[in-house]
């Protein structure tokens, strides 16, 4: 049971910290390209708008647009990162132009006889190049007006390529350190799992201590009580009033139910602590198995329910003779109580050969109220009844099958139930011979 709510924890924690790590990744992510953009759109949009004031200045002392220069308006090196422009005269001639390479010409004309953006705003593309090179580039456009007359337009762009390379290259690094650190969360999220355990744990054993204590107190108080019961019953019936008789009926009932819990209480509470030991011997079932069915007859007789026996394989069993016993008693006790009037239950034993061995099967079939699925396996769990109006007509406190599984699992076997509501169940037991 720890083991699986430390499971449980550990998926709980890792799957927190992995929704944060994917926002954390996300958040540095976008907001980093998000950064180098800004910083990218920012640099173009400066260096447009002083080379279009440099370009009016000369228009305003030479009466034209300056065409040759010695030096490039911009070499590679005075800004970070290549960058290119054409100007166009008010004709759209390119009046000059300067490029990295000679390739990226026809692209990037191409691209501004179809330049749809406003004035000053930046557009960030892809263009693929004559000699098939893929670019990414930042580009923006300014008009050069003198006395509101358009005289010319600049285009100006960088091939940020690179940048956007650096960050494609860089996701699967941080796919893989989102990966190392997923490793690394899940391992601490099974350690901080296992300290939340650790008072859970104590408390859980502290009530097992309790309930084991307190089981054991109450057993002599409760002999006592069952004694001076039957005492009193046994006592002449004309003393007492058929009042008072009907009173101790019902006390001895309550007495008989009590004893049952207490004992059912004690059984799993030595058996958490190990405290039981099974005297496992060879012995025939078959003469076990009649023995109950004769024992729980009567009660199968009052709800007019058939109750068979059937034996496919008589061999001898290795087992604790008692325990086996008292867990085909809870199943048909169980089989017999869930049926309702008219129905039938069928023990049956048989030997099945399994890889790992011959196996004793033991099932118990009704036609009784059946148990949803979703129950299937709940049932097993202490003081768990299915629906707990429909089991207050029946009494009982919802211990059976968790001995009975207690019962099963000391023997190395298995108990598993199927089962469908108002058809009726079959408890089916393996224990390996
Ligand atoms: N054969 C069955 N058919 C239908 N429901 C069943 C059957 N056996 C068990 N159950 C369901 O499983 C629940 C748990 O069974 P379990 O034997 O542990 O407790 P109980 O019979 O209620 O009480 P007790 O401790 O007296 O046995 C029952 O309350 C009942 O709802
Ligand atoms: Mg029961």
């Given at each position: 049971m720890f083991s699986r709510i430390r499971n449980r924890l550990t998926l709980l924690y890792t799957t927190i910290f992995t929704c944060f790590l994917i926002l954390f990744a996300g958040v540095s992510y976008l907001g980093s390209t998000w950064a180098v953009s800004y910083e990218l759109n920012e640099e173009v949009r400066q260096l447009c708008l002083k080379e279009a004031e440099k370009q009016l200045e000369s228009y305003k002392q030479n009466g034209k647009l300056e065409q040759e220069s010695d030096k490039e308006i911009y070499d590679a090196r005075s800004v970070s990162g290549v960058v290119f422009y054409y100007l166009l005269d008010d004709k759209g001639n390119v009046w000059r132009a300067q490029e990295p390479f000679p390739e990226m010409r026809e692209t990037i004309l191409g691209k501004i006889r179809t330049w749809r953006s406003k004035e000053g705003q930046t557009e960030t593309y892809s263009a693929s190049l004559q000699n098939g090179q893929e670019i990414k580039v930042v580009m923006t456009a300014r008009g050069i007006y003198e006395n509101q007359q358009l005289i010319g337009t600049l285009y100006f762009g960088k091939d940020v390529t690179a940048y956007y390379n650096v960050i494609?290259?860089?996701?699967?690094?941080?796919?893989?350190?989102?990966?190392?650190?997923?490793?690394?969360?899940?391992?601490?999220?099974?350690?901080?799992?296992?300290?939340?355990?650790?008072?859970?744990?104590?408390?859980?054993?502290?009530?097992r201590?309790?309930?084991?204590?307190?089981?054991?107190?109450?057993?002599?108080?409760?002999?006592?009580?069952?004694?001076?019961?039957d005492a009193i019953a046994r006592d002449d019936k004309n003393v007492m009033s058929s009042f008072s008789q009907l009173v101790l009926a019902d006390m001895k009932d309550e007495i008989h139910k009590m004893t049952g819990i207490?004992?059912?209480?004690?059984?799993?509470?030595?058996?958490?602590?190990?405290?039981?030991?099974?005297?496992k011997e060879r012995f025939d079932f078959a003469p076990e198995a009649e023995r109950i069915i004769r024992m729980l007859e009567p009660s199968a007789e009052e709800k007019n329910i058939q109750l068979f026996l059937q034996i496919y394989h008589a061999n001898a069993i290795y087992g604790?003779?008692?325990?086996?016993?008292?867990?085909?008693?809870?199943?048909?006790d169980n089989s017999i109580k869930y049926t309702p009037r008219g129905g039938t239950v069928i023990v049956a034993l048989a030997v099945e050969e399994s890889d790992s061995g011959s196996l004793f099967r033991i099932s118990v079939s009704d036609t009784g109220v059946g148990i949803e699925a979703e129950h299937q396996q709940q049932i097993f769990e202490r003081f768990f009844r299915v629906d707990q109006n429909r089991s207050r007509d029946t009494s009982g406190s919802g211990l059976g099958l968790a001995i009975a599984q207690w019962i099963v699992e000391a023997h190395n076997g298995k108990i598993t139930v199927s089962s469908e509501p108002g058809k009726g169940s079959t408890f089916a037991v393996s224990i390996p011979m």
């Open positions: 494609q290259h860089s996701t699967p690094v941080l796919i893989g350190i989102s990966f190392v650190f997923l490793l690394v969360a899940a391992g601490a999220a099974h350690i901080l799992a296992g300290r939340t355990m650790i008072p859970l744990k104590r408390s859980f054993s502290r009530q201590e309790f309930v084991a204590d307190a089981s054991h107190e109450l057993r002599t108080p409760l002999t006592v009580l069952r004694t001076s019961a207490v004992s059912d209480l004690l059984t799993l509470a030595r058996a958490d602590a190990g405290a039981i030991e099974l005297f604790d003779k008692e325990r086996l016993s008292q867990l085909l008693t809870i199943l048909v």
